[in-house]
């Protein structure tokens, strides 16, 4: 690797998916348009892993996302031709079997394309004696369950970049870490050291940016009404240069959305936690004195990011099955139709629970009933107290299937024995599934065995591990005391009107980034926005502690939820059970704001 020539040009990393079941047109624009040098994809959830855990057992040649083979096989020909390199996650829990369905297609089609395979997420193998060595729930303290269905590390970047530099030009892999796809390009072509902290700090900013697709160039903007062209949204290009100093985002022309700093911070307040300690398996990143600047249309320069040395274990992400759940909706409409949804819910819960207890089976583990249209989901901040077409959601656990399907059965027969208005079953009974829980836990790093292969050959890799950096963490100014604007007279508004946000998930945690319009408005967020307000606010979803971190690079505040999902993912009976309105019922909430403040909106 010594003799190679690194890159001086910048290079362009265009990604196409933020989850499993995106658009095939991003890969389509961004290879057509987008002037890219590679194409990465991020495919996996937390609760992908165990889906895809269960599509592998049924069947040896399952177990990742077959979409990404179909999207890259129809786009084979110009990837080939215009150079472009291929990284994505699509192996999830069987990377050899996905790039062995890609290497057929790819044959068939007359082309060959180097295809490696990075494995050694997959510690399923390793559980029992996980387990016996006493490892607990990194958040709960919980001991490990007696069954798991999926049980993966997340890798970082060192794999792809050494499988790039051994001629890959499609890189496959399990679980990685989000931004992995995006700095392993990096640190192949710019020949960056695994101790270059600050370096591999952007980096992986730029691949947070663009992991989740258009959520960066203005998909779920607060200000949605600024965005154009929603049916053909642009998909997101990290433009870095070799310095590591800053990133540009992009998308290719013609395409909808918007980039400005606002669209690109929502996104970097995304699902984290302490902007000062975001942990990946490479480096740990500072965020909180990141700086955005316009640089003409759609283009966007990310500053000002830092690292210190990684940690020395991997996060291990496991699930498991915790009995059943079922969700089913029905429409009412007519007079006080608020009053007779929550009637009807109560009833057909009442009757499934006296027909379960005739059977001898125990009662539900947990129900839920939210009157949508009556604004349920606000608790005590709803406006829309009746309405004359709601729908009702009703939902509930239980550890026997059996009883779900009861519970599925008898939600038809209230359109006879109920209330009058009663509609919406076109869609047939609901199904009972499995709750999927997470178990989150660390392992030190040296414990992991990674590997990558292509067409079938070993590739010697080991991992560079327990780099350590004596550069202390800790920006100069970033602990400043913050002064207060004058008081002067007071307007109540929402704080939608000083304030755009963005909420994510994490598990059972939420998180929601509030970043301030103006300085002025910032600095009195500081003072005025504190942990317990939020926490007093939502106190109807927030059931654990609320902590706030700073990001004062770009007038943001983070508020940590602790135990706001209700178990999160598709362990929670919530109707958004990852907290993706949490930002729009915050920004909601109304504040007396100074005039000084408001007149230093733009």
């Known amino acids: 690797m010594s003799d190679k020539k690194f890159r001086i040009e910048p290079l362009r990393i265009g990604c196409a998916s933020g989850f499993w079941g995106d658009s095939e047109a991003g890969a389509v624009q961004l290879v057509t348009t987008g002037r890219i040098d590679y194409l990465v994809f991020d495919y996996l959830a937390e609760i992908t892993m165990s889906l895809l855990a269960r599509a592998r057992a049924k069947s040896p040649e399952l177990g990742y996302a077959p979409d990404f083979v179909k999207v890259i096989a129809q786009l084979a020909p110009q990837i080939h031709a215009q150079g472009i390199r291929v990284v994505s996650n699509a192996g999830g829990v069987n990377p050899k079997a996905c790039a062995a369905a890609l290497a057929a297609k790819l044959e068939a089609m007359g082309l060959t394309m180097r295809i490696a395979v990075v494995e050694g997420d997959d510690l399923s193998a390793q559980a029992e004696g996980l387990r016996a ?152 990143c ?179 591990q327990g780099l350590q950096d004596t550069k202390p963490n800790i920006h100069p100014g970033q602990n400043l005391p913050v002064i207060a604007p004058a008081r002067t007279e007071t307007i109540r508004v929402p704080l939608l009107h000083i304030a755009h946000g963005r909420s994510g998930d994490k598990g059972d945690t939420s998180n929601i980034g509030v970043i301030a319009r103006s300085t002025e408005a910032f600095e009195w967020l500081q003072q005025e926005l504190t942990p317990e307000m939020v926490k007093a606010y939502l106190a109807h979803i927030a059931e654990g502690d609320v902590r706030r971190y700073s990001l004062p690079g770009f007038n943001a505040l983070n508020f940590v939820l602790e135990k706001a999902l209700g178990g999160g993912g598709v362990a929670s009976l919530r109707y958004d059970p990852q907290g993706k309105a949490f930002a729009q019922m915050l920004l909601g909430m109304e504040l007396d704001v100074p005039q000084s403040v408001l007149e230093s909106l733009p």
């Open 133 to 284: 060595a006493g490892v607990r729930e990194m958040f709960s303290g919980d001991p490990m369950p007696p069954s798991l269905m999926s049980v993966n590390a997340y890798l970082g970047a060192q794999p792809i970049a050494a499988a790039l530099d051994a001629g890959a030009q499609i890189v496959i892999t399990g679980r990685v870490v989000d931004s992995a796809v995006t700095l392993g390009p990096l640190v192949h072509e710019f020949g960056w050291s695994w101790t270059d902290w600050d370096k591999l700090a952007t980096g992986s900013l730029a691949g947070h940016i663009i992991e989740c697709g258009t959520q960066c160039t203005g998909g779920l903007f607060t200000d949605w009404e600024q965005v154009p062209g929603w049916d053909n949204m642009g998909f997101p290009i990290a433009e870095c240069d070799a310095s590591g100093k800053s990133v540009v985002i992009t998308k290719p022309p013609g395409t909808g959305g918007l980039l400005i700093p606002a669209t690109v911070a929502e996104q970097i307040v995304y699902e984290i936690a302490d902007p000062q300690r975001y942990l990946l398996p490479d480096v740990t």
């Open 286 to 464: 500072d965020f909180s004195q990141v700086k955005l600047h316009q640089e003409g249309k759609d283009r966007v320069r990310v500053t000002g990011t830092c690292g210190t040395s990684a940690p020395t274990t991997y996060k291990v992400c496991a699930t498991y099955s915790d009995g059943w759940r079922l969700m089913g909706t029905l429409m009412i409409g007519g007079h006080q139709a608020v009053a007779k949804a929550q009637r009807v819910g109560q009833a057909i819960l009442q009757r499934c629970e006296r027909l379960m207890s005739e059977r001898g089976w125990g009662p539900f583990t947990e129900t839920s009933l939210e009157v949508l249209g009556a604004e349920s989901t606000y608790g005590p901040h709803a406006r829309q107290l009746d309405s004359r077409e709601v729908v009702l959601k009703l939902a509930a656990k239980h550890p026997q299937r059996e009883a779900l399907e009861l519970l599925a059965r008898e939600i038809a027969p209230s359109a006879t024995s109920m209330a009058q208005g009663i509609t919406g079953f076109a869609a047939g009974r609901p199904a009972p599934s499995p709750v999927i829980r997470l178990f989150s836990f660390v392992v030190e790093q040296e414990k992991i065995q990674q590997h990558i292969s292509m067409e079938g050959i070993e590739i010697p890799f080991k991992p560079i």
